[in-house]
């Protein structure tokens, strides 16, 4: 399955560098208030620090996963499995810690976040989100279905974990709700909640692990719907990000 997995996300990466508008980047810009603290802000410069091409993005997002889902089939899958034995699964927290949070920053500057401070915050409060995820694997035996789970790390991760979703959805229904906005069309917000969905699969099938519900109460059920996840919910993220460079500017 990790292997099949990796051969997927190759081939949706090198489509993503083959079809996409190279041109199409999102800026990053920062703002200086030229002033003490309290400065009008009509008196400040909002400049343009670099841009996020887009496809190149995605496309690395994509990469990323594959390269980790052939480490683990052709290069450690000895470790995998000894991890596997135990209830855990180092390597999936380290790749999730930097695809999940390369995407979370896509998505936050599709949708109009350009703040260089506001992305690292989202980057590392994702980061955190997922190395949450870690720790609750690190400190309960899910292979002992006679242990109590200890949820503490999960909760904590949901907290880190809602802090982007604020930042993006909050400026957003801000920003529609003024006097005069015509907001984005409405097959927009399906996809934000489509994206919303599909990004947040993942803390249920763990939740679903860890409280060994139904097949979930064997660790690999979970194991196996991870990169199940990996084949549809990663590539159903990956495509509607990237349909933004396809939109005719």
Known sequence: MNFFAGLLHLATGIAMLVLGDRDFTLPVSGFN???PPGTPLENGTLSEFFGIPLAFGVAVFSLLSAFFHFL????VFGAYKSELRRGRNRFRWVEYSLSSTLMIVLIGATTGITDFAALIGIAFANASMILFGWIMEMVNDSTDPTTKT?????????????????????????????DGAEGPPAFVYGIIVS???????????????YKRIGKWV???????????????????LAWQIFANTLIPQ
């Open 33 to 35: 208030i030229a002033g």
């Open 218 to 236: 064997d660790y690999l059920h979970g194991e196996r719907t991870y990169i199940v996840l990996s084949f549809v919910a990663k590539s159903v």
């Open 150 to 178: 200890w949820f503490t790390p999960f909760w904590m991760g949901c907290v880190a974990g809602i802090g982007p979703w604020v930042a993006i959805l909050l400026p957003l229904w801000f920003n529609v709700s003024q």
């Open 195 to 209: 994206i919303f969905v599909f990004f947040n699969t993942f803390a249920i099938n763990q939740w679903l692990q």
């Open 72 to 75: 683990i089939a052709l290069v």
